[in-house]
């Protein structure tokens, strides 16, 4: 079992940055791939962020391309986001998520995950 939670939301103008952190229990994070997820009032979740268990490879969606990156830090069991110019449609609950890696992952997918965060909501003012 992995439990997950997020920090690091909040309020913030467009064009600011902020950082989420997600803090994961138990002592094999470093062979779990770690994605971020966000879900907007009345939308899907959307994939925002994904990272391999190493931390080597990364993916992003398309809306986040250039403006945010995900790193992980094994050791400490914690993946951030790091988010820069921030736009209102950014504006959303985001959400940590996790599973155990193995080959043929597909990042992109909700479905792909077993452990979720109880998010953390970002909200980005105009």
């Known amino acids: 079992q992995v439990q997950l939670v997020e920090s690091g939301g909040g309020l913030v103008q467009a064009g600011g940055s902020l950082r989420l952190s997600c803090a994961a229990s138990?002592?094999?994070?470093?062979?779990?791939?770690k994605g971020w997820f966000r879900q907007a009032p009345g939308k899907e979740r959307e994939f925002v962020a994904a990272?391999?268990?190493?931390?080597?490879?990364?993916y992003y969606g398309d809306s986040v391309k250039g403006r945010f990156t995900i790193s992980t830090d094994n050791a400490m069991n914690t993946v951030y986001l790091q988010m820069s110019s921030l736009k209102p449609e950014d504006t959303a609950v985001y959400y940590c998520?996790?599973?155990?890696?193995?080959?043929?992952?597909?990042?992109?997918?909700?479905?792909?995950?077993?452990?979720w965060g109880q998010g953390t909501q970002v909200t980005v003012s105009s």
């Open positions: 998520a996790a599973t155990p890696w193995k080959y043929g992952l597909e990042y992109s997918r909700a479905e792909t995950y077993a452990y």
């Open positions: 138990g002592r094999t994070f470093s062979s779990y791939a």
């Open positions: 990272t391999s268990a190493s931390g080597s490879i990364q």
